[in-house]
């Protein structure tokens, strides 16, 4: 009976630092893993949210239900709050880890400032391109874009309190 016992323990044992090394070696080579699991790069990130913005947008320009004079301003608005590529608004980490403390907290505040021009540069759009539309129009944008009843989007961790789906 006790070498039963001892055998099972030793087999237990075994099978246990088998799945220990294989999930090592598959944390190893599996480099950035999406939600389910496949490996998504920055490149591939990028297109997928242009993709769902172009979407988004499609759907606002369609709910609108625009005239011919306001086409030339949703052109210009829509310009303007275009996704860019994130090239200098992403850090890269490894860069960011070899910084000091002070160099890393003034390259954070630098990527605020630029982010809060864009922030600015589109509420100028966003402005010029709101003055164009009569008063349903209006409700229909406040209610899908940012916040509202149907707009938003979730961002990549639940994003936007106000998203109501």
Do not use: C
Request: glycine share 10%.
């Amino acid at each position: 009976m006790n070498v039963l016992r001892k055998s099972i323990l030793i087999g237990f044992t075994v099978v246990g630092m088998a799945a220990a090394q294989a999930q090592t070696q598959m944390d190893n080579a599996a480099p950035a893993a999406g939600r389910h699991g496949a490996t998504v790069n920055r490149e591939q990130m990028q297109a997928k949210m242009a993709e769902l913005f172009a979407k988004r947008q499609a759907k606002l320009h369609d709910l609108l239900k625009l005239t011919a004079q306001q086409e030339s301003a949703w052109a210009s608005y829509q310009a303007a709050i275009a996704p860019a590529a994130t090239g200098g608004m992403m850090p890269d980490r490894a860069a960011i880890a070899q910084m000091s403390a002070p160099d890393r907290l003034a390259k954070m505040l630098d990527l605020s400032k630029q982010r809060q021009a864009k922030m600015e540069a589109h509420l100028t759009a966003l402005t010029a391109f709101y003055s164009q539309l009569t008063a349903e129009q209006k409700a229909i944008f406040d209610d899908h874009t940012m916040g509202g009843a149907h707009g938003g989007h979730a961002g990549p961790r639940g994003g936007w309190a106000g998203h109501k789906g």
